[in-house]
């Protein structure tokens, strides 16, 4: 059997469960009528994260339009409100999530995704008994004990050890930096990194974080070349990150790069061009996944846009169905039972992962170890714990 076929056997093993298909009725469906079923997306419309917004607001766009085509929920449609967080703008993201909530008057939320946003507004969730799904991978998210809050990727506390583990054992790299975008995100992230490395007995050669608009690493490679590194594991935003790896690449270094989610996304790989080669990343989606949910969603969604779809439109489209699931199942229309009903989540089987809900509140125990080959995330290890 080639490494494919045991990948295929080993992915299909992990997806047992209901797939997100079954949501759909087979047949004529009914028509929806009735009183809409308002929920929110708070993404980055605008800013430097705008083109992540915008593959969110694609895939839950393109979920609510599928399930309003076969009748709803419970013969209800769904109405999408859409507020601009700017990406990891705290201020944008509260003033976002109020008007979800008290103009739109959103039952449930999908986003904000990124975990400078989403803290903020976990007060207004439990206030307003406002479920919302997430795609926010940092560790603190789900350690604030918010019962609100349900996470639809896998944690970095998971991630950073497994990449940790790759790239001692599979790389061979014996002297690593660290490097990290000073936000609740970076700082999270980076610190599961270094516990991983100490764990493995393994202290980090340098440690150094940057701004998430810092537009030259000149220093910062310098120290890692000086610290004679042969590994740098980047905890950081996908624009950030692509300006690291290029400016390495035209000074020289030779070390080798992997880390968060953001180094095999469309943004990152565009502005870090052929410095992304070889790039490693830990991602919960990767465009050769060979399950059939994974290949069918990537034909439909490259119909759908003229192009084929990346973390955040896969992640996000399952949200949405992950979410309509849930109401289908809740006892009332309205916040509390919706909540309810996300945490009866068990072996749903979507276009990116299979999810399950625990008392933390993460729903995902499982995603990719992603290398860039060519241009694209190609799949070098399925990790889970």
């Not at 609740?184 to 490395?197: C, E, P, R, T, Y």
């Not at 692509?242 to 030779?254: E, H, N, Y």
């Not at 439109?313 to 919706?338: E, F, K, N, Q, T």
Request: one cysteine or more.
């Amino acid at each position: 059997m080639n490494q494919f076929s045991i990948l295929r056997r080993r992915l299909l093993t992990l997806a047992s469960g209901a797939p997100l298909a079954a949501l759909l009725p087979r047949g004529a469906a009914a028509q929806a009528t009735g009183e809409p079923i308002r929920i929110g997306l708070s993404a980055a419309i605008t800013g430097q994260f705008a083109q992540n917004g915008y593959y969110m607001r694609n895939g839950v766009t393109l979920g609510v339009n599928e399930v309003n085509a076969a009748g709803g929920v419970n013969g209800r449609p769904l109405k999408l409100y859409i507020e601009d967080d700017q990406g990891p703008n705290p201020t944008a993201a509260v003033n976002a999530m109020n008007k979800l909530v008290n103009q739109d008057e959103v039952i449930a939320t999908i986003g904000p995704h990124n975990t400078p946003a989403v803290l903020p507004v976990l007060p207004m969730l439990a206030q307003y008994h406002v479920p919302a799904l997430t795609g926010a991978s940092g560790p603190v998210v789900t350690q604030q004990n918010n019962p609100w809050i349900f996470r639809i990727r896998l944690n970095d506390e998971i991630g950073a050890a497994l990449l940790v583990d790759y790239m001692l054992d599979k790389l061979g790299c014996k002297k690593i930096g660290l490097a990290y975008v000073s936000t609740s995100f970076g700082q999270g992230g980076i610190k599961m990194v270094h516990d991983a490395l100490v764990a493995r007995g393994v202290q980090p050669a340098l440690e150094q974080a940057h701004q998430i608009s810092v537009k030259d690493f000149t220093a910062n490679l310098m120290a890692f070349q000086q610290a004679q590194v042969d590994g740098v594991i980047v905890w950081s935003d996908d624009q950030p990150a692509g300006l690291f790896v290029k400016q390495a690449k035209t000074l020289g270094m030779t070390f080798k790069v992997a880390g968060s989610t953001g180094l095999s996304q469309p943004a990152f790989i565009a502005l870090a061009s052929d410095a992304a080669e070889g790039v490693m990343s830990v991602t919960d989606f990767a465009p050769d996944n060979p399950s059939p949910e994974a290949k069918s969603w990537i034909a439909k969604y490259t119909a759908a846009y003229k192009e084929p779809p990346e973390l955040f439109a896969s992640s996000y489209y399952d949200a949405l169905y992950i979410l309509v699931a849930a109401m289908r199942r809740a006892s009332a229309m309205d916040g509390p039972a919706i909540r309810e009903a996300l945490t009866k989540t068990s072996g749903l089987v979507g276009v990116t992962n299979t999810y399950t809900w625990t008392a933390t509140g993460d729903m995902v125990k499982q995603g990719f170890i992603t290398r860039n080959v060519n241009g694209k995330p190609v799949i070098a290890s399925v990790i889970s714990r």
